[in-house]
């Protein structure tokens, strides 16, 4: 099997932005633009960049495992977790499946919401064409109930940062939620912001994840730090 040549200044980028590496698991900061896994688009993801870098960086001249147990949104950035063998795909895929990985996400909000914490439960539907979720009331065919908690954290002249702690795992649940809430998030206009952000991105990141290592069996928590735009914001994250 053989991988692209990854430049220079791609190396150091992804070297910067791996959090944790060992022989089962790799996870990284992901940017806002890159896609975790191939889709209609054809642009390289960032699994098939991590096979190229691990190919380079080992020399390892046969084909390189790298799982997808879960995905981030394009335009959001944060933790994602990636497996380097098939042993822990399968058990990180089942660690998700049971609730037993627990995800909390920061969002920078266009409003403050009127309760600075609370449970949010609604019921969502897909619509395909639209790549959108929307609310719909209970008991609606093909819908599925979303549940997540948010805590205010802090704010700025005029946005506001909310801590999410997500309960089950739907499409676009955070967005669609926080934007029904009234408080959508900066740089969202699919839901409900004003106006784009400068690098097409949404002001959603997976800030941290915890989860029982899949070989080890040994507790895990790895956080990652917000986008350089965030700075000032969320000072804690860049200390």
């Not at 590496?21 to 960049?49: F, R």
């Not at 600075?116 to 719909?136: A, C, F, M, T």
Request: charged share 25%; with cysteine.
């Amino acid at each position: 099997m053989e991988y692209r040549t990854l430049t220079d200044n791609e190396i150091r980028d992804l070297e910067s932005r791996i959090l944790f590496e060992d022989n089962h698991l790799l996870v990284v900061n992901k940017k806002v633009g890159e896609i975790v896994q191939g889709d209609k688009t054809g642009d390289e993801c960032l699994a098939e960049t991590l096979k190229a870098y691990i190919a380079g960086r080992d020399g390892k001249p046969g084909k390189v495992f790298m799982g997808v147990p879960h995905r981030l949104d394009r335009p959001v950035s944060g933790v994602c977790v990636f497996a380097k063998t098939s042993k822990a795909l399968e058990r990180l895929c089942e660690a998700l499946r049971t609730s037993q990985m627990h995800k909390t996400y920061w969002a920078l909000c266009c409003s403050k919401p009127a309760a600075l914490e609370g449970h949010l439960e609604d019921w969502l539907i897909r619509n395909e064409k639209q790549n959108k979720s929307y609310i719909v009331p209970a008991g609606r065919t093909g819908a599925k109930l979303a549940k997540l908690n948010y805590k205010y954290l802090r704010s700025t002249d005029r946005y506001h940062l909310l801590e999410v702690e997500l309960l089950t795992g739907r499409h676009h649940q955070i967005r669609c939620q926080l934007s029904h809430l009234g408080c959508p998030i900066k740089g969202d206009l699919k839901y409900g912001a004003p106006r784009s952000n400068p690098d097409g991105g949404i002001c959603l990141h997976a800030r941290s994840i915890t989860f029982t290592h899949p070989v080890k069996k040994e507790p895990l928590t790895i956080t990652a730090e917000v986008p350089y735009s965030w700075k000032g914001v969320a000072p804690e994250a860049n200390s």
